[in-house]
Structure formats: structure tokens, C-alpha cells
């Protein structure tokens, strides 16, 4: 797949209030709901909801604080999972089956992304650079990966073509499922 996203992803994540910090998973798990299982959560606790509403839900409840994440279903076979405060949780549960999880996590405020890191079958299998199955998805691409929001431009690139879709408005919009981390 050579596309390229037909809108700025940062700006996507921006219009969002989550670009720094923006922590999230793609996970080749089509139901939503089974990507809440697989994370561990309180399936009684799942929240029905866009991503607008899943931001606007309280971080604390009478309980305390609570860490809290959206799934949404990106494409037919993927998944999205953007974690809303600052904490993502271990890739293995999501990947368990023979899936692929990708792990992307910016911190712009300080200048630090992780390598983009992918999960198959509860084994991390190192950068998605390293891995010869994956270079035509990224080695066309004319990013300037020496920056931080040149860095992550390519990360949603390279997933966008992955999966199939790039992250944009309607994502957003869609209903998914808030959920309560373990």
C-alpha cells in the first residue's frame, strides 16, 4: 500500500486533545469488545460511547483515580486502542492468537518516541524497520523522522497503510466502547 493519509494525521490527533501525550495500540482484533477482554477489564464497566464522550468522563471516581482508554474498530480486522491518561497497559494479552499489536507512545512535551515496536503471538518482534515483511510499507515514505512530529507522521503512515485506513474525523466520531484499566 503506497497512500499517503489524506489529511495531517497531527492535526487529526490535535483536533483530538491527544497529541501530547498520544499513547495507543493497533491491535488486528476485529470486535471491539473482544479487545476489552483480552485487556482484563470489568466488561460491567465498558462505556458505549465516541471518543469525545470517553474524553469528557471523569479520571476519578469515588473509588479514586481511574486510568481509562477508547477502543475503537479502525478497519475491518483492526482495532484502535488510545489510552486517555498517560498509561498504557503490556501488548502480549492483545496479541495472544496469532494477532499483531502496534505500540505507538509520544511524549511531544518532552521530545521522546518510542520506536515503533510491534507484538505477534505474545513475542515482541523488535521495530517495525527491522522486519523485512514490513518495509513497503514504510521506505517510500519522505517523512523528517529526525523531529518528534516527523517521527510519529511516519508511525500513521506506516499503521494507516497496515491496517488499511488512517486515522481520521469518523474514527473519532464512531462509537466504541470507553473502558477502566485493570
Same mark, same amino acid.
Not at 112 to 122: V, W
Given at each position: 500500500m503506497r497512500a499517503l493519509p489524506p489529511e495531517d494525521q497531527l492535526q487529526v490527533l490535535r483536533e483530538h486533545g491527544i497529541y501530547d501525550p498520544f499513547m495507543a495500540q493497533w491491535a488486528s482484533v476485529d470486535d471491539v469488545g473482544e479487545v476489552a477482554r483480552r485487556l482484563g477489564v470489568d466488561m460491567a464497566k465498558t462505556v458505549a460511547c465516541d471518543f469525545h464522550a470517553a474524553v469528557e468522563s471523569p479520571e476519578e471516581t469515588g473509588e479514586g483515580r481511574r486510568y481509562r482508554a477508547w477502543i475503537g474498530r479502525l478497519a475491518p480486522g483492526w482495532s484502535v486502542v488510545v489510552y486517555l491518561d498517560g498509561w498504557m497497559v503490556d501488548s502480549d494479552p492483545l496479541s495472544s492468537g496469532g494477532r499483531h499489536v502496534f505500540d505507538v507512545s509520544c511524549v511531544s512535551g518532552t521530545y521522546?518516541? *518510542? *520506536?515503533?515496536?510491534?507484538?505477534?503471538?505474545?513475542v515482541c518482534d523488535g521495530s517495525v524497520y527491522e522486519a523485512e515483511e514490513y518495509r513497503g510499507y514504510w521506505e517510500d515514505l519522505k517523512y523528517d523522522t529526525a523531529s518528534t512530529d516527523g517521527q510519529l507522521a511516519e508511525y500513521l503512515a506506516i499503521l494507516g497503510r497496515i491496517a488499511g485506513r488512517f486515522l481520521d474525523r469518523e474514527f473519532f466520531s464512531s462509537r466504541g466502547l470507553l473502558i477502566e484499566l485493570p
Open positions: 521522546e518516541i *518510542e *520506536e515503533l515496536y510491534y507484538t505477534h503471538d505474545g
